[in-house]
């Protein structure tokens, strides 16, 4: 009989076990900094500024586990920004913003699909193809919106920022949702398909398996995600930005691995980098809360970064060599 | 209802490689083709036409006497044809159970996977394999966790859920263990009688001849012959897929095999434990050619690996009398150890890169620097030569090589250090009958010269005919040493099966 509780055990059937002790321990440093936090207030100010790039990780997951890598998403971020922000206005009607919302999602999906065509038709690299593709969309929002301004009215901008059914804040909810739908989806045929394509193509095709469709329906998904956050940050600032995506791209890449998912695909799921998405966040918040010289702040967060993602090595490393 | 499948003047190129030129095969159900053949003579190109995962550049398939046309997978199966890849078809990180019913899982009405189905049902085809599991499978363990020849029964498992009216098995033995074969056996004749055809690939002669009804052997992509199983023998088989006069033969068997009694120790082993070894010791005298013997999986494989220094391990290992500790395989090499391992794709070479740089990868050392350039490229032709390497140049790539040739590289590499003591694993797994017969005078004369040879393999036949001596490994122990009188078939299978000592000791 196998031992099923031991550490090798825990860390391949739950991926999400690892990133579950990284968030705990960010919010208890956080908690410790600033003791407030759990204020309805504080939280949902938090949980509102954390929710974009959730929403991009989540995409960005799904294409990881399916065995790809989309970079253009802090691109897709920004077209829907600058977009809302042009289009809608400061004095805009609630139907205009609904409407431009709606165009919003279609752009998303439309720059995903660009991606799956030339990545799963073409067969080109995937990050490649989506590297160039981020300077396609990055460029377009320059060119739609050179200049920062713009923006969407406060009262639209309001319903995101202030909204707490429950007395908990509405970014609760939207993940709640989101990781509702993951388990059924991971559950579904289409679920099996993206793990099996994200493990091994060439098996998958010769099980009959529809990989083109799979590898296209990846950033399909992940240009969806990546709309829904361009939307949700363009409400949290109410303010348009060409550069709002930029770095949202690598923090999503990098949320995904802290989320216990692997590079090379077929691995993982969407709790762990939804929890990693947000242990990225906090540990912003802890540098702020820290009083860290601004000077330092790039480097401690990078070696905060650098530990969690070589944490599960070093650990096996250590036991590895242990008797 | 009776079916029938045949293949007409099948024509298939790979870039300017014609790997089929006139392929034929004609399946009934109720009967087992085998389809034999040397390697690259397109057997492999055989199956997948037949499966639809290539696409054919000439010839016709025939579905009961209908021209029928096969584009992908998914026609084959939608067909009735299933197929047991050489190359596993199935994803590492995903469980058994989802591997076995990908693409057709039982759903519920909320368009979920049925957990409970999925489970019940890969329990049942886990059982048909009943009782030749290393542990008990559970329906929910990775691939990527099962042993070689666990993974190959998932395979075959899979291939046969579909249900189909035809299976075609593709080396599925290679890395099965004699029981497990003898279950496959058993299965396949169930099948047979079921009503489905199989058509069954392998060059394990004694295999062929247990299982087929038929055969149909292929030759430089030409079927060259085929008609009943009763009608040939096995010397008229293997002539019929090399054009040469029969070169299979132990070259060793016969003539007394030299005493060396008289040489010095080249290698010994007390006590050495790994996590699967329990305790191995032996002696080895230098120019000995000894056996490994044993199921697969026995800890075979830990043992080469462990002298290598490829493999944490405790006890005391002498070689040429000196105790040695090899914590890195590079200690191993300076000794003068060599390792051909087990899996040649994965461990053995860098498939996409050039046979020249692949020979000389232990080697550049020797050639200074800046590279003698000119030097290294004459060594390693002169080794690719020695050893009959047939290829379109040292710059190709490894992948270009057929399974054999391919092994030669590996092999070759090794002999270009000029190393005393080989440790081979499993050297002619899918190797092709002439091939082997050229690494067997080439395992003999090494023997000669005073190399040492230990020497892992899977096929009984092979230890019996070539080694001096058989240590047979059952469970991580010595189970028994078979030399001389007492190293026959029945002995080192029953030895290896942990049934009797096998006469010795």
């Known amino acids: 009989m196998k031992n099923r509780f031991t550490w090798d055990f825990l860390m391949t059937r739950y991926p999400a076990f690892f990133p579950l002790i990284l968030l705990a321990i960010s919010i208890i440093v956080n908690w410790i900094l600033q003791p407030n936090m759990f204020d309805r207030e504080t939280l949902n100010s938090n949980m509102r500024v954390f929710l974009p790039l959730v929403l991009v990780a989540v995409g960005q997951a799904v294409v990881l586990i399916g065995g790809g890598i989309d970079i253009s998403v802090g691109g897709i971020v920004s077209i829907v920004n600058t977009i809302l922000a042009t289009r809608v206005g400061l004095d805009g009607s609630t139907e205009l913003m609904w409407r431009y919302v709606l165009v919003s999602i279609l752009v998303g999906l439309l720059a995903g699909a660009i991606n799956g065509f030339f990545i799963a038709h073409l067969r080109l690299q995937p990050i490649i193809t989506t590297y160039a593709t981020s300077f396609l969309y990055g460029g377009l929002a320059l060119f739609i919106l050179p200049n920062p301004g713009g923006g969407i009215p406060a009262s639209i901008a309001e319903i995101y920022r202030t909204t707490t059914p429950l007395k908990l804040p509405l970014s609760f909810f939207i993940i709640a949702i989101i990781l509702l739908v993951w388990k059924y989806i991971s559950s579904t045929r289409y679920g099996k398909y993206l793990f099996a394509v994200g493990g091994k193509a060439d098996a998958a095709y010769e099980t009959a398996v529809p990989v083109t469709s799979v590898q296209f329906s990846i950033y399909v998904i992940s240009g969806l995600m990546a709309a829904l956050a361009g939307i949700a940050i363009t409400m949290l600032s109410g303010s348009g930005n060409a550069e709002i995506g930029s770095a949202i791209t690598l923090n999503s890449i990098t949320a995904v691995i802290i989320g216990g998912n692997s590079f090379s695909g077929g691995i993982g799921g969407v709790t762990g980098p939804v929890m990693g998405a947000i242990t990225l966040s906090i540990i912003q918040n802890i540098i702020s809360f820290a009083h860290i010289n601004t000077w330092w702040e790039t480097l401690v967060k990078a070696t905060i970064i650098v530990i969690a993602l070589a944490a599960p090595g070093i650990i096996n490393l250590l036991r590895r060599s242990g008797p | ?505």
């Open chain 2, 1 to 505: 209802m009776a079916k029938s499948l045949s293949a007409r003047n099948i024509i298939k190129r790979y870039g300017g490689v014609e790997a089929l030129s006139d392929g034929n095969l004609d399946v009934h159900t109720g009967e087992v083709v085998a389809l034999v053949g040397a390697n690259g003579s397109g057997k492999s190109t055989m199956s997948k036409v037949i499966n639809g995962v290539v696409v054919l550049d000439g010839g016709q398939l025939f579905l009961d006497d209908k021209p029928v046309q096969l584009s992908s997978p998914q026609s084959a199966k939608k067909l009735g044809i299933a197929t047991v890849f050489q190359e596993l078809s199935l994803i590492p990180q995903m469980t058994v159970a989802e591997n076995i019913w990908l693409t057709r899982e039982p759903m519920t009405a909320y368009g979920t996977v049925n957990r409970k189905e999925i489970d019940k049902k890969t329990n049942e085809l886990l059982s048909l394999f009943q009782g030749t599991y290393k542990t008990d499978i559970h329906p929910h363990d990775p691939v990527a966790s099962l042993p070689a020849d666990e993974k190959q029964i998932i395979e075959i498992l899979k291939a046969i859920s579909v249900d189909p009216w035809l299976i075609i098995l593709d080396e599925a033995t290679a890395s099965l263990d004699s029981r497990q074969v003898t279950r496959l056996f058993d299965l396949v004749k169930h099948w047979k009688e079921a009503g489905k055809a199989i058509v069954f690939v392998s060059h394990r002669m004694e295999e062929i001849f247990r299982i087929a009804d038929n055969y149909s052997v292929l030759r430089n992509g030409k079927t060259v012959g085929s008609g009943k199983m009763s009608d040939i023998n096995e010397k008229d088989l293997v002539k019929l897929m090399i054009e040469k006069e029969s070169v299979f033969s132990f070259s060793r068997t016969g003539s007394k095999k030299p005493d060396k009694a008289d040489k010095p120790m080249c290698l010994e082993v007390d006590g050495l434990h790994t996590t699967t070894l329990k305790g191995i010791s032996f002696r080895v005298r230098e120019g000995e050619l000894v056996g490994i013997g044993g199921l697969r999986g026995q800890g075979q494989r830990d043992l080469l690996l462990s002298l290598y220094g490829a493999k944490p391990h405790s006890g005391k290992i002498k070689i040429n009398g000196k105790e040695s500790k090899f914590n890195h395989p590079r200690q191993a090499m300076k000794k003068g150890l060599a390792l051909v391992p087990g899996d040649r794709a994965r461990e053995g070479l860098l498939y996409i890169r050039s046979i020249l740089e692949n020979l000389l990868l232990p080697s550049w050392k020797k050639y200074g620097f800046p590279l003698k350039i000119a030097k290294a490229k004459h060594d390693a032709g002169k080794i690719a030569e020695s050893l009959n390497l047939k290829m379109a140049g040292l710059n190709e790539p490894v992948s270009s090589l057929s399974g054999g040739n391919a092994q030669k590289v590996v092999i070759g590499k090794w002999l270009m250090r000029q190393p005393s003591l080989l440790l081979l694993n499993d050297p002619t797994k899918g190797v092709d009958v002439g091939t082997k017969a050229e690494f067997y005078s080439l395992l003999t004369n090494l023997c000669n010269e005073g190399k040492t040879i230990l020497f892992y393999s899977s096929d009984d036949e092979e230890l019996i005919g070539l080694c001096d001596r058989v240590l047979v490994l059952h469970d991580g122990i010595i189970r028994t040493e078979l030399s001389g009188e007492t190293l026959t078939k029945e002995n080192l299978i029953a030895a290896s099966l942990g049934i009797s000592n096998g006469g010795a000791l």
